[in-house]
């Protein structure tokens, strides 16, 4: 049944794909095939990215609306950029080369990650105080990103320029090869835990009973996670509700929380919903950019709808 | 009401007073021109420049600091949540979002219709907040709050779009983020309205407190627990919607001075009260003097500096809390 | 006098009280008991218009209580309910001191402020005015709450199961002074109770509820009967009559 449903899902991710490359296809067709490629190596690692992140972070915090970046990790991520560009400098941070930036911007968003959220995740705080907290975060990361931009170049703070929404019409094609390599890494990687990760879903304690080591294994997957928020926070921007998004429809579709079942299927959704989504705004309704606001607005709405209902039980 | 118990003494008073008073000062004093506060007398030019735009932009922030306080601690009151305040609740960005509207609707349109109708859309984005919040279950104080900021968030994101739209982005990026750069005389006055909401919720400070108490409660005293709801609402719109339109939402002021003011204090609003619009006052103005002399001569925006100094202390707040209990 | 005339309520489909009718007098003490779900709490709550009423007519002093504005009914009558909880930060003597509000609109006078103290001496508060609410004991809390009611100073008292939280010696001492207030000073006290023991001792008359009617009505030689008993509670128990009052020694 899972496995049928998970085949649909895969052909359903191809078809996009297809139809991304081949829907008004014209002009030089080997120069346009060549970029629509590249943006679609782009969204595809975003949307598996997010996708399983965001899987992995709720197993991890024991809780189905959290994701990474409502708990301000790509907020994090932003932040961690600006410091660099402060502790280097303007000038320093432009001339470094994009991959060595990257990789420093990953390195450093795993630490400060690590440093935040583990104490978080050990005191095994109320979940709605946790929820609450990493929203915060997130303004706060927000504001002393920007806070930083103006300290460093008062009148324009353009070197790195955080948009409010994801643009996944202007992905980030410089940084593909490298991102691909963290994705492909931090992807195996999850997959082979993914029977560890069903038993971190049931806890704490029932995992150490059974043997997992709680503290390292969770820490890891942190780690794992930050990755994957770094990738597809750099390639597009931050997201806010892609992922919750993602993960309850494939939840939905599957209708499974077995990691072998739910990491592909989150990840062959993320691919659906992105790419599908990108093709239909930009040839049925004539505006790419739009994309990440309405998954913005949508994502939103289920997420309040979510907290309202889950309440209730 | 109850005068015997809990006023702090009145040292404390003039303290308080007089480091308002010193900010407010500072204020008047530091900016990009030096303005020698004891030649302002005598030189016409630094007369001027006192006149147009240093005493606006210190009385905005004192309006808008007291003013944001007080909105914040009247919707901690009628939501039954420490952890509610306008920029969380869906009140600033529905703000935003009328005023985005008439912009696009009726460009030419006056000051005060714009402000109008944004207090009117913060008035209907809170109610719904309020409505939703009061379903979301007592036991788990910290989905209030977290319903409010993504409820804002969905908001924010239409406001986003039909900016987008219309290419507004721009004036969009003014109403959310609070900035005193621009207040100069005869921009700001439509802002005295704020004091005229604090004065109304002093007048009506033992009702706010009983309404705390919860709507049996209120209703068992005899207050009519709908329409004070509706006077509540009122002024919270009201005087977001003068921050939102005059300076642009400045986040945190309503959230940590009211909850400050309750540690030191308690809930009694008629003691309260002065401290909360006091303490936000002070609290704005020493940011936005905070923002002026990080970068001189740049400005930081004040809302950027609330952030940052805000987000803080919020998170101090929610700690504190969560270790007792 | 209270009067509640073919009051009938119900919670979406669910019948919650089914036509009742009933008078109460001006002064004395009545206890309202019943099995759990019996409708004893929407009864009172719908005397004390915190609930609209959906069909029937209830009346205080003549003055109907869905149409009397909340501020009048608020000089003549003051409710307590169950698990009220407060998250305000207010000291004690404060929270007393709102039970004055129907009457100066906040304005504390002479005459109020003795009011809340006396409220406050009555149930042993005095040493703990200055404290905040939640720093309290639910014992404790629950005293500020029955005064902040007395303080309220209605000719009628409504009172939900008030003796929650209370040890044996509060819940005897809260109980005493209803019984005084009633004799003393002329008022209608209406309560909900757990306990038939406490409604036996101190209740003038006991009103007995079971799935939204009223079963029995009558005093409390009348009403603690074994036979009585078994018809509200759904089992027998012993009643001892001791000093001219009946016990129902429901432990057995």
New interface residues.
């Given amino acids: 049944m899972a496995d049928r449903r998970l085949h649909g899902l895969g052909l359903a991710a191809l078809a996009a794909a297809a139809a991304f490359l081949a829907i008004g296809l014209k002009g030089n067709i080997a120069f346009v095939l060549e970029l629509r490629l590249l943006k679609l190596a782009a969204l595809v690692q975003v949307g598996v990215a997010i996708a399983v992140s965001t899987v992995i972070f709720q197993t991890v915090t024991g809780n189905r609306i959290l994701t990474p970046s409502i708990m301000g990790l790509d907020a994090l991520y932003l932040f961690g950029q600006m410091l660099l560009v402060f502790l280097l400098g303007g000038v320093g941070y432009v001339t470094l080369d994009p991959q060595l930036k990257f990789g420093l911007e990953v390195v450093l968003l795993m630490g400060l990650a690590c440093a935040l959220l583990l104490p978080m995740l050990r005191s095994r705080?109320?979940m709605?105080?946790m929820?609450?907290?990493g929203?915060?975060?997130g303004?706060?990361f927000?504001?002393?990103q920007?806070?930083l931009a103006?300290?460093i170049d008062?009148?324009e703070f353009a070197v790195v320029q955080s948009a409010?929404?994801a643009n996944f019409n202007a992905v980030r094609t410089d940084l593909l090869v490298f991102a691909a390599i963290v994705t492909v890494v931090a992807l195996i990687i999850a997959w082979r835990a993914r029977h560890v990760l069903d038993v971190i879903s049931l806890g704490p304690d029932a995992a150490m009973g059974l043997g997992v080591s709680w503290a390292g294994t969770v820490t890891g997957l942190l780690l794992l996670v930050s990755a994957l928020v770094a990738v597809s926070t750099a390639l597009v921007g931050p997201v806010?509700f892609f992922g919750l998004l993602v993960a309850a429809l494939a939840e939905r579709i599957v209708n499974s929380r077995r990691h072998a079942v739910l990491l592909p299927a989150a990840g062959l959704t993320g691919i659906v919903v992105l790419v599908g989504g990108q093709t239909l705004f930009q040839h049925a309704l004539g505006n790419a950019?739009?994309l990440g606001?309405?998954i913005?607005?949508v994502g939103?709405?289920i997420?309040?709808l979510l907290?309202?209902l889950g309440?209730?039980k | 009401m109850i005068s015997a118990v809990s006023k702090p003494s009145l040292w404390t008073g003039l303290i308080a007073g007089l480091g308002l008073a010193v900010l407010f000062v500072l204020s008047l004093a530091v900016g990009v021109s030096p303005l020698p506060l004891n030649k302002v007398l005598s030189d016409p030019e630094a007369m001027q420049l006192l006149a147009v735009s240093r005493l606006p932009r210190t009385f905005a922030a004192v309006l808008c600091g007291a003013g944001l306080a007080i909105a914040g601690l009247i919707m901690q009151t009628l939501s039954r949540n420490r952890f509610v305040e306008p920029a969380t609740a869906g009140t600033a960005q529905s703000a935003e979002l009328g005023i985005l509207l008439v912009t696009l609707l009726f460009p030419a349109a006056a000051l005060w219709v714009k402000t109008l109708v944004a207090g009117g859309a913060a008035l209907v984005g809170t109610s719904v907040f309020l409505a939703t919040a009061h379903r979301l279950p007592p036991q788990q104080p910290f989905l209030v709050p977290l319903f409010g900021i993504v409820y804002g968030g969905v908001i924010g994101a239409v406001a986003t779009f039909a900016a987008w739209q219309a290419d507004l982005l721009q004036f969009l990026s003014v109403w959310t983020n609070g900035e005193f750069s621009g207040v100069l005389r005869g921009r700001y006055e439509l802002l005295w309205i704020a004091a005229l909401m604090v004065a109304v919720a002093w007048i009506v400070a033992d009702r706010l407190t009983i309404m705390a108490l919860g709507r049996e409660a209120s209703i068992g005293l005899g207050i009519d627990y709908a329409r004070m709801m509706q006077i509540g609402l009122v002024i919270v719109s009201v005087i977001t919607a003068l921050a939102v339109v005059i300076v642009g939402m400045i986040p945190f002021v309503g959230l940590a001075v009211p909850n400050i003011v309750s540690r030191l204090m308690g809930d009694n609003v008629r003691g309260t009260l002065g401290w909360v619009a006091a303490g936000g006052a002070g609290l704005v103005l020493a940011c936005d003097i905070a923002g002026r002399l990080l970068r001189y001569p740049y400005e930081i925006p004040v809302g950027t500096v609330m952030g940052v100094v805000g987000g803080a202390v919020f998170l101090w707040l929610l700690f504190r809390r969560g270790g007792h209990g | 006098m209270i009067r509640i005339e073919n009051v009938s309520f119900k919670h979406r489909a669910t019948p919650i009280l089914s036509d009742i009718s009933l008078d109460i007098p001006k002064g004395g003490v009545v206890a309202l008991i019943g099995p759990n779900g019996a409708g004893k709490s929407t009864l009172l709550s719908l005397v004390a218009r915190l609930q609209p009423l959906q069909a029937g007519v209830i009346s205080v002093d003549g003055l109907p209580v869905d149409t009397t504005p909340s501020r009048d009914l608020a000089k003549v009558l003051a409710i307590l309910r169950q698990d009220t909880t407060i998250a305000s930060r207010l000291r004690v003597r404060e929270l007393v001191g709102f039970g004055r509000f129907p009457h100066g609109r906040g304005r504390l006078t002479q005459e109020d402020d003795a009011i809340v103290d006396a409220a406050v001496a009555q149930f042993d508060l005095t040493d703990l005015s200055d404290r905040f609410i939640e720093t309290l004991s639910g014992g404790q809390r629950q005293r500020a709450l029955v005064a902040m009611a007395f303080a309220q100073d209605t000719d009628y008292l409504l009172l939900d199961e008030p003796l929650n939280n209370l040890d044996m010696y509060y819940a005897r001492a809260l109980m005493r002074s209803l019984r005084s207030v009633a004799d003393a000073n002329g008022k209608t006290v209406v309560i909900v109770l757990h306990d038939i023991n406490q409604a036996s001792a101190h209740a003038d008359r006991i009103v007995a509820m079971k799935s939204g009617r009223i079963i029995a009505d009558g005093t409390p030689g009348e009403i603690l009967t074994p036979d009585m008993l078994d018809t509200v509670f759904g089992f027998r128990m012993r009643v001892e009559t001791i000093e001219g009052k009946p016990f129902a020694l429901h432990q057995l």
């Fill in positions: 705080l109320d709605g105080l929820l609450l907290a929203v915060v975060f303004v706060l927000r504001s002393l920007s806070l103006r300290l008062p009148n409010s929404f806010a950019t739009a606001v309405v913005e607005f939103g709405l997420f309040l907290l309202v309440s209730r």
